[in-house]
């Protein structure tokens, strides 16, 4: 497998081969130990010495389900530490037919001029991007499109990434050339905006897939696999089903929905924007619920969203979005949740970390809660780089500063996603001590917490901390967990599989402590960049603001969180 390596100081593109220690590191694990191994912890996240890097997974290349997800890791400028995020779509799977591992993005242009770079299986080229300058994400794919096919896999910076906000994302496209797969959190597209690359563009779809050292072994261990994820009434029914909504109806039923701002955590118009409500809809006006971001994967947790004319508003309309530019801005209508999120893929913004700043800033009375064109005109700004949009755009924790509110759900800088950790706590834990911020993928499903004790929160929460890190370094869609965690004939067939692709055998331990050894990787990291034991906290209004209706605090003592990263 080899290694692009892009220095936009000197425009200069170089091959390497992969370092054999690296071999069976996917992923998360791939993209933190090269920022860890490469970038300087202390260094600006935006100038020349920090690195962004595209890995892909154990298994991109193949067609073993839900694998082909790719990370980027980096130093975050929204949480001064080390971040992975990773976004579904087929260009991992593209780039492993391709060979190639990893992209490191480095060193910092010499002057004004956008670029992109182009994969093939040719090789890799850094052209000029001027006329994408300024594009949202869908035109910029647009145009990519025009000149190099459908077929091609893009990752995009919109406006936002141009600017270099803190809440930009880098979007990707899925099978159909849609940019509606997002590295969503910390920032990360402000780094690529750094670094003035406009887009990677990889056309490797008509490339072979990559074959395993033991077919035989391989397909049936494939097999198994995809059966042990469609077993699982959870990856099996309710996401295809409904995809990731289905969430809305049962986070607030628990009273933890964010609401308003994190004022509630429940939602008078709930029944509006639910899953339930979702499907049903979209199955009147011909949309599509049960979509694969990524060719083979058998889970189909996406969807493409139509409008009530046919016309196609989103993709990839996911819970947390609806939750953040819905119930906590007040908005009841999902035509219109889905069109800001239709805004915010193509402005390059995260939804969460938006959804959050905007909320705070109806909380000040700046924008009115519940008022769809106040939050539409809001991401319009961003998107211009007005001054409220350039606010907006660094995030919750900014906005909050600048209106002077205190009630910021926030970790580590990054805004909490849509589980309000009063109402379910382990969760609350895993957002603090999670080196990304405040990530609700970072552990198990909130539906672990909420069908737990009180008392087995913190444990639940250490014990699947390191087993979804050690998932994360596969590649596999964190969705894959439901199964993985729970069917030891899933894990058995994943374990086969590595050893089919790998020809090494490991043990189910073996396999969960590639957990901790990227935990230890990215903390010790985060120490280096200044980082103590107080920024592993829930904000203080968490600790004293009762939640709405059920009227609880966030009570998990310092010392259980503490202890949770002892191991
Ligand atoms: S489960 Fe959903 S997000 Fe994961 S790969 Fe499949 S369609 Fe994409």
């Known amino acids: 497998m080899n290694v692009y390596r892009i220095d936009v100081s000197g425009r200069t593109v170089k091959k390497e081969k992969l370092p054999q220690s690296y071999r069976l590191l996917g992923a998360r694990g791939l993209v933190s130990s090269i920022i860890a191994a490469e970038v300087d912890p202390t260094c600006d996240p935006l100038g ?53 591992k990893a992209i490191i993005i480095e060193g910092a242009p010499q002057d004004d001029q956008w670029h992109y770079l182009k994969i093939d299986k040719d090789g890799a080229a850094l052209l000029p991007a001027g006329e994408l300058a300024g594009l949202g994400c869908y035109d ?33 496209t899925d099978k159909e050339g849609v940019p509606t797969r ?101 199955t009147k006006r011909g949309g599509k619920v049960g979509h694969a971001c990524t060719p083979g994967c058998v889970i189909r947790c996406s969807n493409i969203y139509l409008d009530k004319d046919g016309n196609e508003i989103t993709g990839g309309f996911e819970y ?62 961003i998107a211009r780089g007005d001054v409220l949009g350039r606010v907006l755009g660094q995030g919750a924790k ?58 087995e929160q913190v444990s639940l929460a250490k014990e699947y901390h390191i087993k979804a890190t050690a998932l994360d370094n596969t590649g596999l869609c964190r969705f894959c967990s439901y199964s993985v965690f729970n069917d030891p004939d899933t894990l058995h067939a994943l374990l086969e599989l590595i050893k089919g692709y790998y020809n090494i055998e490991i043990t189910t331990d073996d396999f969960w402590n590639w957990g901790k050894k990227i935990l230890h990787i990215e903390l010790d990291f985060n120490k280096k960049a200044g980082f103590t034991v107080e920024a592993n906290r829930i904000p203080e209004f968490m600790h004293t603001e009762e939640l709405r209706p059920n009227e609880v605090v966030f009570d998990i003592p310092n010392e259980e969180l503490d202890n949770i990263l002892k191991f």
Do not use: W
């Not at 690195?51 to 980027?72: D, Y």
């Not at 270099?164 to 990707?172: D, E, H, S």
């Open 48 to 100: 020349p010495k920090n690195k962004l890097v595209f890995g892909t997974g154990l298994f991109a290349g193949t067609s073993v389900s839900s694998s082909s997800r790719t990370s980027v890791g980096t130093k975050s400028p929204l949480t001064g530490g080390i971040k992975e995020s990773s976004a579904g779509g087929p260009a991992g799977l593209y780039l492993g037919k391709l060979g190639i």
């Open 140 to 172: 910029a794919c647009k145009k990519l499109q025009k000149k190099y096919g459908n077929k091609c896999s893009i990752f995009v910076i919109g406006q936002a990434g141009e600017h270099k906000m803190f809440a930009a994302n880098i979007a990707a």
């Open 182 to 282: 997002q590295f969503g959190r910390g920032g990360v597209g402000a780094v690529m905006g750094a670094k003035k690359i406009k887009a990677v563009v990889i056309d490797g779809a008509d490339v072979g897939y990559v074959q395993p050292l033991d077919k035989e072994a391989v397909k049936n261990a494939s097999k198994k696999f995809a059966q042990g994820l469609l077993k699982n009434p959870v990856s099996g029914n309710a996401l295809p089903k409904y995809g990731t909504a289905v969430l809305v109806n049962i986070i607030n039923n628990v009273g933890a929905l964010p609401t308003r701002n994190f004022s509630a955590g429940t939602f008078e118009e709930v029944n509006q924007i639910s899953g339930e409500a979702m499907t049903e809809l979209q």
């Open 320 to 381: 947390e979005s609806i939750c953040l530019l819905g119930s906590n801005l007040g908005i009841g209508n999902l035509d219109d949740i889905a069109h800001l999120n239709r805004l915010c893929d193509d402005y390059g913004l995260d939804t969460i970390e938006v959804g959050a700043a905007i909320g705070i800033a109806m909380e000040a009375g700046i924008l009115l809660f519940g008022s769809f064109a106040a939050a539409k005109e809001a991401i319009h700004s």
């Open 398 to 455: 900014v906005t909050g500063q600048v209106f002077g509110i205190n009630r910021i759900p926030v970790v580590k800088g990054q805004a909490m996603a849509a589980y309000d950790p009063r109402g379910i706590k382990g969760m609350g834990a895993i957002y603090a001590v999670t080196p990304m911020g405040a990530d609700h993928t970072a552990g198990p499903s909130c539906t672990t917490f909420i069908k737990a004790k009180p008392e």
